[in-house]
């Protein structure tokens, strides 16, 4: 399988990252990462109701901040995490001691997924895809998901009206400047975003969503470039 992300864990510094001061910078630095989870636990409570042993693939596990927030909830499903950054993977593997948790470490866009999982998740995850890698994921998400299952997928966007997405921008790189804990770190997320993300406007991401057989997709939180999507098999 082909690979179709635009950057290696080592160009994403991650591997030099404490995942300490990673944890904070995270928060600090994507708009909204604290309510888009909020919103992410509603969903995972709507979608866990009726299934006790969930399975669940998380694509991008980072230090594991998101997949805590859904295993907190659901304690005893099983999931599959995968990251490229072995240093991420560490610091997920400390913090999710206490859970049934599986790690594949490499890139995702060059691996094939199981195809019983309840639901996928990913939260700042898929950014680095470009725009043909987006859509092949999507299928690939679509086609590892069960009947009914569902696709938690939270990350950085822009927008097909050039306005609307050059005053995201703008007010992004002000959430960064007002929210950096020092110069290094400013420095390091400015290049991060002005250099590395590669954003899709939300509405090709959800024409693509649909176009690969997703029966739903709805955007559950806004605010800035950040979005949650929930797409539904
Ligand atoms: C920014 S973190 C987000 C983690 C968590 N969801 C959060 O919000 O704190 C995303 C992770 O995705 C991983 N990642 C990005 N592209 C990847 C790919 N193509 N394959 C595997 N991991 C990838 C990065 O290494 C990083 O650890």
């Not at 859509?135 to 299952?149: H, N, T, V």
């Amino acid at each position: 399988m082909a690979k179709t992300t635009n950057v290696t864990a080592g160009d994403l510094n991650y591997d030099k990252y404490a995942n300490e001061i990673y944890d904070d910078d995270i928060r600090r630095s994507i708009p909204g990462h604290d309510n888009l989870h909020k919103e992410l636990i509603n969903t995972v409570r709507e979608y866990s109701k009726d299934h006790e042993m969930m399975k669940i693939l998380e694509l991008g596990i980072g230090t594991g901040l998101t997949s805590e927030t859904i295993l907190e909830v659901v304690p005893t499903a099983s999931l599959k995490a995968v990251d490229f950054s072995k240093q991420m993977m560490d610091g997920a593997k400390k913090r999710l001691a206490k859970f049934k948790v599986d790690y594949l470490l490499g890139d995702y866009s060059e691996m094939n997924f199981d195809t019983d999982f309840d639901m996928v998740v990913s939260v700042i995850g898929i950014h680095h895809q470009k725009d043909e890698g987006k859509r092949l994921l999507f299928k690939k998400i679509l086609d590892s998901l069960k009947a009914g299952g569902v696709f938690i997928f939270g990350d950085l966007v822009t927008y097909k009206n050039k306005y609307k997405a050059a005053v995201n921008d703008a007010r992004h790189y002000h959430h960064l400047v007002e929210n950096a804990r020092d110069e290094k770190s400013l420095e390091e997320w400015a290049h991060h975003h002005k250099f590395l993300n590669v954003l899709a406007p939300i509405e090709n991401q959800i024409t693509w969503l649909k176009e690969v057989g997703f029966s739903s997709v709805e955007v559950r939180y806004e605010y800035l470039n950040t979005a949650l999507i929930i797409a539904k098999k």
